[in-house]
């Protein structure tokens, strides 16, 4: 039996013919059994993985994935014997098959011993090449798949550069070059694959183009991050220039297993990057996980402490921009932080808190893994305060913040932490978390109306940002400024709604390059629609809008716009709850408007329950970024649909 997952996910009899493994989620469960390297799966670790929202007969269904899959692996098994290959063990199940007999285990061994035996090259080369596609390319839209997906890249892109790096140090290699070519084609912000594409590109006697492609790499560099090239790129340059003939010349020092930098210096060169946004902010986040997982591979837990901690770069959205990534920064500091156990120390307990705080973003959790975030970050602000640590304290309350969206109508809470924010990162010099504090306070008084207060905070985060390079600053901002036109495009003598509606347009131009999906996917539309309810027009219906994770919310109304009720009617009707997030008010608003609309009773009750303690509030307004209108004129529509008759 051989079973393959890099790529499509597949397996094979010992006679090659292939075993027809049934739908999407047998393959699924087989693969998660493979990402657990036979270690048992429990039945409940399955069903959350499997499902986002299991169905009631969640484990009865997995069971029968289970079974169809125990009859493909093993079809002349008698039916009194017990299954070889995937067993029943305590709560759960485990894969049980030769690591040899599964690719990525045969590769992630291979890798292994090439790191401590240059002579497991061609091992390491012919491991390489079974590589088909993305791992479990098939399994789509599953967190854990993603997570391994992301893990196992970051592993194939450190043997690629393992393998040239042995082949070069041993005197070979000058067939590398289209090779690393595509490499870094493909990863542009690695410094070790440029610096081994001109070792290659020297040693088959090209030296030109050596010298053209480090002055290439140096150029993208300064101009795209403001780096200088690192010793490794200078060295290799140097070298070339002196016209070196020895293997030892074109030598690069390897400073850590799938990473161009050692972790501490990766984590503080992506902690800086992360604040300029765009493709920086993209790769910041990518180099932190890389740097996470580089020191957990060290096996040092004070290291990989400090790491994960070190990181406390000012968060504001409550919607993750790469939600896999998050999670998998959260798992790995949940790991880290049993393994310290309670008497670890406190203050990179309180920094492992805090990230777990700040990573688990409202919108993308469950109810169980919000109680579980805001209990971190209760007890990150707890250690914190006893720590007297001011930096500390700011980045623990940020997690405070995020955790801070249990409900509607809680702008006010979050001004209270925004002020305590701003006044610890005026005395304590702490420049990036003082624009934090003013954009939780723009967005908290926003959201209470009060667009003088609101407008003053955003000039100075506007002044801060110029100090302390942030342009992401600027983008927020002017998103705010189109909210205060939209708002007034409403009062006698204001800007006409064409006026808003360009604003926003403005906006967004500035906000899709910003590196930010998690808060650029249907905002837009969002903000169109809310300009629209405030003039009472219908909601728009151009097709290639993207309403991104506000379509369910949405698509009521704009099947109303085009006339179809009945359709409208069942979309209301699988409406869900909304996340507990910075949208959630809007959210409840475009619910019971649609409801008055339909004269769905039971369903605008239910709207108006959730929406009186955000009755002083501006629906969408918390955001500091668009609005829907004051959340009483939704309240009060809702309230007489729900009691007419």
Request: net charge neutral.
């Amino acid at each position: 039996m051989r079973i393959d997952v890099l790529g499509a996910v597949r397996a094979f009899r010992d006679d090659g013919s292939p075993v027809d493994l049934g739908g999407p989620r047998h393959r699924e469960v087989l693969a998660r059994f493979v990402a657990a390297e036979g270690r048992m799966v429990t039945t409940d670790t399955l069903v959350d993985d499997l499902w986002t929202d299991p169905p009631v007969r969640a484990v009865g269904a997995l069971r029968t994935f289970v079974a169809a899959l125990r009859r493909a692996l093993e079809p002349d098994r008698p039916p009194r014997d017990p299954p070889r290959v995937i067993v029943t063990e305590g709560p759960g199940y485990a894969l049980r098959l030769p690591r040899e007999d599964v690719d990525v285990h045969r590769f992630q061994d291979t890798l292994a011993r090439a790191r401590r035996d240059p002579h497991a090259v061609t091992d390491l080369g012919a491991a390489l090449a079974t590589w088909r596609g993305p791992a479990y390319a098939d399994v789509t839209g599953s967190a854990w798949a993603q997570r391994e997906r992301t893990r196992l890249e970051d592993l194939r892109l450190e043997a690629v550069e393992l393998r040239a790096r042995i082949l070069l140090d041993t005197g070979g290699g000058a067939d590398l070059v289209a090779d690393l070519g595509a490499h870094v084609a493909e990863q542009p912000w690695r410094e070790p694959g440029w610096e081994l594409l001109a070792s290659a590109l020297y040693r088959a006697g090209r030296r030109a183009d050596a010298l053209a492609t480090l002055r290439r790499a140096r150029t993208m560099l300064r101009e795209q991050l403001g780096l200088d090239p690192g010793p490794g790129l200078q060295r290799v340059e140097t070298d070339i220039l002196r016209g070196a003939e020895s293997p030892e010349a074109a030598r690069v020092t390897w400073t850590g297993h799938g990473v161009r930098l050692g972790p501490r210096t990766t984590v503080d060169l992506a902690r800086t990057l992360a604040l300029a946004g765009g493709d920086a902010l993209v790769h910041s986040r990518r180099d932190r996980l890389a740097a996470i997982q580089a020191a957990e591979r060290t096996g040092d837990l004070f290291l990989t402490a400090r790491i994960i901690g070190a990181y406390d770069v000012p968060a504001l959205w409550s919607r993750a921009d790469d939600p896999e990534q998050s999670r998998a920064v959260v798992a790995a500091a949940e790991r880290t932080l049993t393994a310290l156990g309670p008497d670890g120390p406190a203050d990179l307990s309180a920094r492992l808190l805090a990230t777990i705080a700040t990573e688990s973003r409202s919108a993308d959790l469950s109810w169980t893994e919000l109680k579980r975030a805001r209990q971190a970050a209760g007890r990150a602000e707890e250690l914190a305060r006893d720590l007297a640590d001011p930096a500390l304290l700011a980045f623990a309350l940020n997690g405070v913040f995020l955790q801070s969206f249990t409900g509607p109508g809680l702008a006010a809470a979050r001004d209270s932490i925004g002020v305590e924010i701003l006044d610890l990162a005026t005395r304590h010099e702490l420049p990036s978390f003082a624009v934090l504090g003013r954009l939780v306070r723009l967005q908290s008084a926003s959201a209470l109306g009060d667009l003088r207060a609101a407008a003053s905070h955003a000039r100075a985060a506007d002044r801060l940002a110029a100090t302390t390079e942030a342009p992401l600053v600027p983008v927020l901002t002017e998103w705010f400024r189109a909210r205060v036109t939209a708002a007034r495009s409403t009062e006698p003598g204001g800007p006409t709604a064409a006026t808003a509606a360009a604003h926003y347009r403005a906006a967004e131009d500035a906000l899709r390059t910003a590196g930010m999906p998690g808060l650029h996917r249907g905002l837009f539309p969002l903000a169109l629609l809310g300009l629209r309810l405030l003039h009472d027009r219908p909601a728009p219906t151009d097709p290639d809008l993207d309403w991104g994770p506000y379509r369910p919310w949405a698509r009521p109304l704009v099947l109303l716009a085009q006339d179809r009720e009945e359709e409208a009617r069942t979309a209301l009707a699988a409406v869900p709850e909304p996340p507990r997030d910075h949208m959630q008010e809007a959210m409840w608003c475009l619910t019971a408007r649609a409801a008055v609309r339909l004269d769905e009773r039971k369903t605008a009750a239910h709207a108006a329950a959730a929406l009186r303690e955000a009755r002083a509030e501006h629906a969408g307004a918390g955001s500091g970024l668009l609005t829907l209108g004051p959340v009483s004129r939704y309240l009060a529509e809702a309230e007489a649909c729900a009691g007419a008759g």
